[in-house]
């Protein structure tokens, strides 16, 4: 019963190659956030809708954008990929009913650039 | 956001408890404190959050210092399975509290 799916669990790409990773879930949470996670370091938050309201972090490089097509889906796309953005990408969900609702985490998409 | 420092890393045997603390030293009285923890090749899992009280769940037990300035996370009995990152995070109700940041988080081994 996994709530919140990231699809594909791994994922290759050449340097340059527009790539794009997929996030859904069954919670219907309205609140949906994309971190990277590089090897031995914490997640670092890329962006988050409320809803369809986007709100990109201050730091998060302009090769990333990311579309809501509705509640349940949510993409990452990486227009230019470079040697740096291999990583973990991990999408997460979160009720936006309560300020204490806690986040629910897919289990990451590993991407590398060859 | 307020910073919160936790030691690298811990190491606890199998069956006993183990105690994870967290200082948050510039903590606001609208921050909640909020633990989450990473098993290798995962995603993070919510443990447990507070504000002022101690908390119990089935996973964890939180205590928080009268100053709310540290929390220790409380684990009664560590299994191997235990053995992740562990991240102690601050969460401002104020600020819509719609994202935190982790920091490097507590990376604990559980010996058999």
């Known amino acids: 019963d996994a709530m919140v799916i990231q699809n594909p669990r791994y994922q290759v790409t050449q340097f340059g190659k527009p790539v794009t990773l997929s996030c859904s879930q069954t ?15 914490a997640p670092k938050l890329l962006f988050h809708y409320y809803d369809k309201d986007f709100n990109n972090e201050a730091d998060t490089p302009d090769n990333f954008q990311s579309r809501r097509p ?3 889906f949510c993409f990452l796309d990486i227009r230019s990929p470079g040697l740096g953005d291999a990583a973990m990408y991990l999408c997460a969900t979160r009720s936006g009913t309560g300020f204490n609702q806690p986040q629910h985490f897919g289990d990451g998409t590993r991407l590398s650039i060859l | ?103 490097p988080g507590t990376r604990l081994s559980v010996l058999p």
Request: glycine letters at 4%; a negative charge; hydrophobic letters at 30%.
């Open chain 1, 27 to 41: 919670l219907n949470h309205n609140v949906m956030y994309w971190y990277q996670q590089k090897s031995s370091q």
């Open chain 1, 70 to 72: 509705n509640t349940s």
């Open chain 2, 1 to 103: 956001d307020a910073k919160t420092t936790q030691p690298n890393s811990m190491e606890s045997n199998e069956e006993e408890p183990v105690h994870l603390p967290c200082n948050h030293s510039t903590i606001s009285g609208t921050d909640y404190i909020h633990w989450y923890r990473q098993l290798p090749s995962q995603g993070p899992e919510y443990v447990i959050h507070g504000l002022t009280s101690n908390v119990n769940n089935r996973m964890a037990s939180l205590a928080i210092a009268e100053d709310r300035k540290s929390s220790t996370l409380i684990l009664h009995r560590a299994t191997l399975r235990d053995a992740a990152v562990y991240y102690c995070i601050l969460r401002d109700v104020d600020n819509y509290g719609q994202n935190f940041v982790f920091g």
